[in-house]
């Protein structure tokens, strides 16, 4: 395995102080453990997700491979022809069916106990600054075992995959 070979995507979602809701798009590599995004905003579609893979495409490149599931946000021509257009494989996870997306679903658990379930959200740029610092102290400065105790980005420039924005 190799850095942009498999990106894994999911959504988390939850809510400001006042109870409006927010969603949380979130992207891991599979390889380095890199989080390309974690995108906060109050809704989806398509082309939201297009456009936040287009951006993060400048530091990262692009992945050959993406696991997602079977979320509305997901079955979305605009996703569809972006994949189409820049060769890269959609693959969706069986319904019910979790586990075939495990690395999107251990990042987002560490995102929910660690920043979702941590904090209030007063607004939706509070929810953005938290959710970035937490995002840049997880690929700059946690080391991970299962990495030989590098952080993903040590891992991404030991593999020479582009740096963060």
């Known amino acids: 395995m190799a850095p942009n070979?498999?990106?894994?995507?999911?959504?988390?979602?939850?809510?400001?102080?006042?109870?409006?809701?927010?969603?949380?798009?979130?992207?891991?590599?599979?390889?380095?453990?890199?989080?390309?995004?974690?995108d906060v905003r109050t809704s989806y579609r398509g082309s939201d997700i297009v456009e936040t893979?287009?951006?993060?495409?400048?530091?990262?490149?692009?992945?050959?491979?993406?696991?997602?599931d079977n979320g509305p946000e997901f079955i979305s021509k605009d996703l569809d022809l972006w994949a189409y257009q820049h060769d890269v494989v959609l693959d969706f996870s069986r319904p019910g069916k979790p586990t075939d997306n495990a690395f999107a679903e251990a990042f987002n658990g560490r995102v929910r106990a660690e920043r979702?379930?941590?904090y209030w959200f007063l607004s939706l740029d509070d929810a953005r600054l938290k959710c970035e610092a937490w995002w840049r102290d997880y690929n700059e400065h946690r080391p991970h075992?299962?990495?030989?105790?590098?952080?993903?980005?040590?891992?991404?420039?030991?593999?020479?995959q582009a740096s963060l924005p």
């Open 53 to 68: 893979l287009d951006r993060i495409a400048v530091a990262h490149g692009r992945p050959k491979r993406i696991r997602l």
């Open 5 to 38: 070979e498999c990106w894994s995507m999911d959504f988390l979602s939850d809510q400001l102080f006042d109870g409006r809701k927010i969603r949380v798009l979130s992207i891991v590599d599979s390889f380095t453990r890199v989080s390309p995004a974690l």
């Open 145 to 160: 075992s299962s990495l030989g105790n590098q952080t993903p980005m040590e891992r991404a420039f030991s593999s020479g």
């Open 116 to 118: 979702l379930n941590a």
